[in-house]
C-alpha cells in the first residue's frame, strides 16, 4: 500500500472528488496483469489522499507509458487477487473546456508528437469513415463549431445501450449499428474529427454527478475524448454532450487500448467489480473509510462547494 500526496496548486476554486474501485480477479495460473487506474497529476488534478494496493502483488511495480499514464505491472497468482484504489481528488469546479479556443490548427502547425491522434487506430478507423464524415460535416467551419455538429450527430443518431459493449468493435462498426456504450460514443466522435485531420484522444476516467441529478445507475469508469483547439486539448462527451463538472481523468491515448484499466496476458477471471466516483467535503472524507454515498454532495442539481 502507498499514500501519496500532490503538491499542484489551483488558481481557480475547486471541488473535491472521492474515486476509486475494488476488483477481484480469480486466476488459476501466474498471470501477467498491467493496471491503468490512478488518477492523472496535473493543473487540473491536485491529489489529496490516495491508497493503491494489489493483493498478493507479486512483482508490482509502476511506470509512466507512452501516453503519460501511471501504469503498474503485476502478477496476479492463482486464487483470488485483489486490487484497490481509493483517493480524494480536487479538481476546478468549472464546467469543461470554459473559455475555450475555437480555432484548429492546420496540419503544418501542429507540434508533431501531435500527428499521431489525427491518423486511424484500431477502434478509431477514420479512415473507414472519411467519406460518410465528409457528407455529414463537409460544410460545417472547421475547429469548434465542427467538432460540437459531431458530438450532436453522435449523441442523436447512436442510442446508449447498457451493457452492449464489445471489445472488438470500432467506430465505423457502431456507426453502422447505431448503438453502444461510451467507449462506443467516443470511439465515434474521435474518428471523426480524426476524418479532418483534428487530433483527437481517447480519455478514460471518473464522471461523478456534479451539478446533475444522480441517475441511479452503478457508479462506473467513463470513456471520452479530447480535441486540440487553438494548442490546447479541450474535452467533449458525445455521451451526455453537455458541459460536465468535476471529470478526474486516469488514461488517455489513441483509442480503448491505451485506456483499458486492467489488460491480461492470459486467463483471468473478473469476480467482483466496485467503482464510486462522488464529491465529498475532504473534512469529513477520508480515503479507506466506508464508500457511504450518504456523504456526497453531488447528485442534485445544485453545485455544492462544501
Known sequence: MRVALSLLNFVTPTITIRVGCHI?????????????????RDDRHFVRQENFSVNPGVGTHEFTDLHGNTACRTLLQPGQNTIHHDALVDVPCEPDNLNHPRDALTIDQLPPQLLRYTLPSRYCDSDKLLNFAWEQFGQVPNGIERVIAICN?????IQYRTGSGRADIAASEV????????RDFAHVAIALCRAF???ARYVVGHLPDVGCFDPGSPMDFHAYFEVYLGGEW???DARFNTPRIGRVKVAQGLDAVDGAFSTSYGE????WFEVWS?????????VGDPVNLALRLDGTPSVRTA
Not at 25 to 39: A, D, G, H, K, N
Not at 268 to 271: E, T
Open 24 to 40: 477481484v480477479y480469480e486466476t488459476s495460473l501466474p498471470t501477467p496483469m498491467l493496471l491503468v487506474l490512478r488518477p492523472w
Open 153 to 157: 450527430w453522435t449523441h442523436l443518431n
Open 175 to 182: 456507426v453502422a449499428q447505431r448503438f453502444g456504450v461510451c
Open 197 to 199: 485531420n483534428l487530433p
Open 234 to 236: 479541450c474535452t467533449f
Open 268 to 271: 483471468a477471471r473478473l469476480a
Open 278 to 286: 462522488y464529491q465529498v467535503n475532504p473534512a469529513h472524507v477520508s
